[in-house]
Structure formats: C-alpha cells, structure tokens
C-alpha cells in the first residue's frame, strides 16, 4: 500500500451482529485513520455478506467496485464488494 494507505478488515463477534458494532468500528478506525496521517483506508466483504455491506453503507463509505473471484472455496470463486473511505 502507498504512504496514508491501509486495507482493514473487521470480524464482529455473533454476540455483537445486528447491533451496530460494524458501523461503528468503520467510524472509529476512519478517526483512528485521520488522526494518524492517512487519507485514505479501504475494505471489502463478500458479496453474500449483506449485513457487513450494510455497515460500510450506514459508515458512509463509498462502494468503489466488485473484485471478481477474489477467494476460491472448494473450487468456488467469491466475488468481494470494495469499499474505501477518503479525505
């Protein structure tokens, strides 16, 4: 990644789904983002992972495309939405 750049990556306990802990993890590490020089930080979650895509919408994060085939399981690709949040 370029200088002020970073790819993150959030796993929500079951306990904590549905109760907003998603959006607010994408706030806060945009803050944390901010306050530390970088001007830009992106994410990305599989395409059947509406709840997570859901939190990046609601964290006001800008969807910037799908990489198609990002993951193969069992032979499966997994398409991957990629979103990012920027100055």
């Given at each position: 990644?370029p200088?002020?750049?970073?790819?993150i990556?959030?796993?929500?306990?079951q306990?904590f789904?549905?109760?907003?802990?998603?959006t607010?993890?994408l706030?806060?590490?945009?803050?944390w983002?901010k306050?530390?020089?970088?001007h830009?930080?992106?994410?990305?979650t599989?395409?059947?992972?509406?709840a997570?895509?859901?939190a990046?919408e609601?964290?006001d994060?800008?969807?910037?495309?799908?990489?198609?085939?990002?993951f193969?399981?069992?032979?499966?690709?997994?398409?991957?939405?990629?979103?990012a949040?920027t100055i």
């Amino acid at each position: 990644m370029p200088t002020g750049v970073a790819h993150i990556g959030i796993d929500v306990g079951q306990e904590f789904r549905g109760k907003g802990a998603a959006t607010e993890a994408l706030k806060l590490a945009w803050d944390w983002a901010k306050a530390n020089s970088f001007h830009r930080l992106e994410g990305s979650t599989d395409e059947t992972n509406t709840a997570m895509r859901k939190a990046f919408e609601k964290a006001d994060w800008k969807l910037e495309g799908i990489s198609k085939n990002l993951f193969l399981e069992d032979g499966q690709g997994h398409d991957f939405y990629v979103y990012a949040k920027t100055i």
